[in-house]
């Protein structure tokens, strides 16, 4: 269900017997192996790869590189003109001044409180609006599908002066109910889990009802077990999605002892050093890189989840 | 009664998805339209004030500036970050090694939150000790004022925001060059068609459903440009980074202005349902 794409295709190149190793393709593209195998092709295509993989390196990685290491230089280091490319003296002593400054504690675990607790609130509400949505089909349910999916058109940029005025509204400034209500009005969650769940074949349900089973335990013990993969791709993105968001924590959680991660280095970065802002940017970027490490898989599946079918 | 014990069921189920979306989906969306009529500060009650607030949005010198730097961004950030993710999809596509780290690597920065890389970037601008002019002056090169100059704080914005979004799009259109049948390839081989009308006549046409898809999303993304002007620039300088969300945010956030900004939005809805309304229309004739 979350394969990236890959075809098990036939190894063309294998049966070519030239200098080296040919290069052996998985599935055929545009260049055909047996171009890709020529004398020249092979040069071309070594030649391309090295130069994509420095450059890919360069831009993408490098940069980050900049901010680690940026971290670990002096004050004055960290202003030298020409910059050094290595600290002389590597310190770790900007991240003790960013985790005071900044307060990076309390960010941290503000924002930990609200991914996760958005989470489980989201996943909640989604979760069986979906499942009444594919598997309980009430009246109007086609509407109301409808018109969840309907607030995807409108621009986030636009809903939010309302949105904002209806939590003002509602006095949920600075409660973290303010991120979490919002966030769970996610079309695109029941959207993706609707989806999975009317794959679901009718005969296990009919087999749970049978055993007398009610709505409730079909969810729980039928419905939720099968549908993990499409769980854990909507769980990761939803964490995610909370962990980065910037402009609606923003409005929301305007107390400082309540600011998210994002916020929080927004406000306080024009009133301290730069290695010491790099140190919290660093802190800041090692919870997503973490996930990402371990959740690959599932986050490309993800991305092309919703796109390709939809 | 069965049917109707299924239904009370499904709305049971339903009920916190329903009053998650009234009141924090469907109301604002209402809301908005009715702000856009009001003037109000959120403290006094709030007045119908006619067309008012769309003629003070209008009026306001910013108004055209802001639409213009919208554009011009939309523009450039399309020209880079709409044709180099697909670009170099065809081309990761075509290599047989290190893929997993491409995929990886390009990806990454979309992870990070965006205030890391916009404020990553803002050191790497700096016009002194700034990793880009250092760069530059170690090739002889002058150094750029980047987010100083009028002139180049537009672009230094796109390259933020394409560095840092270009790897969703490149990874959607990876999955779908792989889902491109090779007889298609191996057809067009046949018939003798070169590198270059491989790439037309068969990349692009078995791509275009999805080109087209992640043209309207990247439109519509991108025209909501804020969190760049927002903290990279601050509007400046001489106004040439306001877009429009960032002005719709100023009216509501420094002038508390919420009835302008409701009508400013409405304005920005209207132009980006308009592109949608386009696109669908390209994708339905496509079908047919």
């Known amino acids: ?310 | 009664m069965p049917v109707l014990r299924r239904n009370l069921t499904a709305y049971g189920f339903l009920c916190a998805a329903l009053l998650c979306f009234a009141v924090f989906a469907w109301y604002p969306m209402a809301r908005e339209f009715i702000l856009s009529f009001q003037s109000t500060n959120l403290i006094d009650p709030p007045t119908w004030v006619g067309l008012d607030n769309f003629s003070y949005a209008v009026s306001d010198p910013a108004f055209a500036d802001a639409w213009l730097a919208t554009l011009q961004f939309t523009f450039l950030a399309l020209a880079c970050g709409y044709v180099v993710p697909f670009v170099v999809a065809v081309v990761l596509n075509e290599l047989r090694h290190a893929r997993a780290y491409l995929r990886f690597v390009v990806y990454l920065p979309v992870m990070l939150p965006p205030i890391v890389a916009v404020l990553l970037f803002r050191w790497f601008f700096d016009p002194g000790p700034g990793l880009f002019n250092q760069v530059l002056g170690f090739f002889q090169l002058p150094g750029l004022a980047w987010l100083d100059s009028p002139t180049t704080a537009l672009i230094s914005l796109v390259i933020v925001s394409t560095w840092m979004n270009m790897g969703s799009a490149t990874l959607i259109y990876l999955a779908a060059l792989q889902n491109i049948p090779s007889e298609l390839y191996e057809a067009a081989e046949l018939d003798g068609a070169g590198i270059w009308k491989r790439i037309r006549h068969v990349t692009i046409p078995q791509t275009r459903l999805i080109l087209l898809l992640m043209l309207m999303l990247q439109i519509v993304a991108t025209m909501q440009v804020f969190i760049e002007p927002y903290m990279l620039t601050g509007g400046g300088p001489e106004n040439s980074t306001v877009t429009v969300a960032y002005l719709l945010f100023q009216y509501a956030f420094t002038y508390q202005n919420y009835g302008s900004a409701g009508a400013l939005g409405m304005m920005l809805m209207i132009v980006l349902l308009a592109f949608a309304a386009f696109q669908l229309r390209l994708t339905r004739e496509d079908k047919t």
């Open chain 1, 1 to 310: 269900m979350i394969s990236v794409g890959a075809r098990a295709g036939t190894r063309r190149g294998r049966a070519r017997r030239r200098r080296g190793r040919p290069i052996e393709s998985q599935f055929r593209t545009i260049i055909s192996p047996l171009q890709l195998n020529s004398r020249w092709g092979r040069r071309i295509y070594w030649a391309v790869l090295v130069t994509i993989v420095v450059s890919f390196t360069l831009i993408f990685l490098f940069p980050l590189y900049w901010m680690i290491t940026g971290a670990m230089k002096t004050g004055e280091e960290i202003a030298q003109m020409p910059p050094t490319l290595f600290p002389a003296e590597p310190t770790l002593d900007s991240y003790v001044e960013a985790w005071d400054l900044f307060d990076l504690g309390t960010l941290l675990w503000n924002t930990a409180y609200y991914s996760f607790g958005g989470w489980l609130f989201c996943m909640a509400v989604d979760v069986s609006a979906a499942y009444a949505l594919s598997r309980l089909r009430p009246m109007f349910g086609g509407v109301i599908l409808g018109a969840m999916l309907a607030t995807l058109m409108i621009p986030a940029m636009v809903v939010l002066i309302p949105l904002y005025v209806t939590v003002v509204d509602l006095g949920l400034l600075n409660n973290p109910w303010g991120l979490w209500f919002p966030a769970a009005a996610n079309g695109f969650n029941i959207f993706l889990l609707k989806r999975f769940f009317d794959s679901i074949p009718r005969e296990l349900i009919e087999a749970a009802q049978i055993d007398g089973a009610g709505p409730l335990r079909v969810l729980w013990s039928v419905v939720l077990p099968i549908s993990r993969p499409i769980l854990g791709v909507v769980s990761i993105f939803t964490i995610v999605t909370s962990f980065k968001d910037f402009v609606w924590p923003l409005l929301v959680m305007t107390d400082s002892d309540k600011m998210t991660l994002s916020v929080g280095l927004s406000q306080t970065a024009g009133m301290v050093s730069q290695n010491a802002i790099m140190g919290g940017l660093v802190v800041a970027s090692v919870p997503t890189i973490i996930v990402f490490f371990i959740f690959q898989r599932h986050i490309m599946a993800g991305l092309t989840a919703g796109s390709i079918k939809g």
